[in-house]
């Protein structure tokens, strides 16, 4: 059965989401093919192809058990290195799309080396062989940075989609590492983009993704759960950059969001999670785009350029209203007055006036169940002394901008004060307020 977000997200949006998917690709390839003044001049690199990380190939196709190396030539200091583990549910390489490729030479002019791994792909080889590969090519780059040249205090592990899937599980179970010998605080940290990060079946769920999940993991929930880097959360975990797309496939953002706050939940330091507008699961990769705003997002995190204009003062408002000014949390305490309520179409109408120019923001949240209090039933349940006297109510927000209501008009209609939306307990987290009140947060 759907949930009003699947609903919401098919007759709502889909006309403009699907014209938007096709102008995203469209308007990426003309963003590639119009670059003149980068393409004229190529910074000179080294890239070193083919590199074997273990020992123990698999001799059926070795070319599957290797990374290969782009560094940055001219450099006065010892550059991060940027490990990039490539997407395609698993069951698909690189080697036609070269997203990775892409990648690594978009990040090249910023001083960043990259090592593209190849890993051994499903249904031929199972889980956990994906994940022991990722680990494999980890250990390996650490072991050889100086050999290399790249700075071993600053490796960083990121993915997309199944990738993002294995650098996340990597990362955050320490069984891979160590089973290498590696220290699982090794990582500088983690970017992931796209990904996926709780393997169980959710609703809405395209049926190849059903279909990959199946190939790579099969279908024991105890696997399924084991494989899952939600499953591993722990507070000593590497930083973390999640992105993704608004519109990228049905059920990641809200994966996405849920991943973030697992992991802020369990005091990770630092995680920075966005939803990025006008791209797709794709375009979201196209870091060779200097418009694409994970662009400038993964060099900030990499500590390689910060983030400049709009974006930064988008950026630096999102991560100060994580913990907002205000807060309905009080409201909580009044367990015996908060009901329950299924999230139905006139409350999405409700909600969509407010995010008008940003609704896929919306969809990072299933958007399944509201609670509230009646509006009267909490005045009356207050002393005198904090409710005042008088037939009128008084309505003030932020501004000091004030509405009044007199309470026989507006009792009849049972008005409650929503105080969550499916798991989030302070509304103030939602999104929108930080984008019309920046100046105040």
Known sequence: MLTMHHRLHRFAWIASLSLLLCLTHWTASLLCAASPGESQEKEKVKIIPNIPYTKTVDVKNPRRQTLDLYLPSGSKTKPPLLVFVHGGFWTLSDDEFHIGSSLAEALLPSGIATALVRYRLAPAVRHPAQAEDVAAAVAYLVREANKYGYDSGRIFLAGHSAGAHLAALVALDPSYLRARGLDPGSLAGVIAISGIYDLHPQPGMADEQKATTQQAFGGNPDILKAASPVTHVRSTAPAFLILAAASDFPGFLVDAKKFADALRRTGVSHVDQFVLPDLDHFSIIRLENR??????????????????????????????????????LPFWEYKDLIRSYPIDQRFVQRLLPVYEHFKYELLEWPLERYYAIDLFSYLDSLPPEKVGHGNYLTITNIRNEKDFWDRRQIERYKPVIVIGIDDEKNLFRLGIFYRALREYS
């Not at 990499?302 to 309905?328: D, H, M, V």
Request: aromatic fraction near 8%; glycine fraction near 2%.
């Open 291 to 328: 418009n694409n705003q994970a662009r400038s997002l993964v060099l900030e995190f990499l500590k390689a350029e910060p983030l400049a204009g709009e974006l930064s003062l988008l950026i630096e408002a999102k991560r100060r209203w994580r913990n907002p000014p205000f807060s309905t």
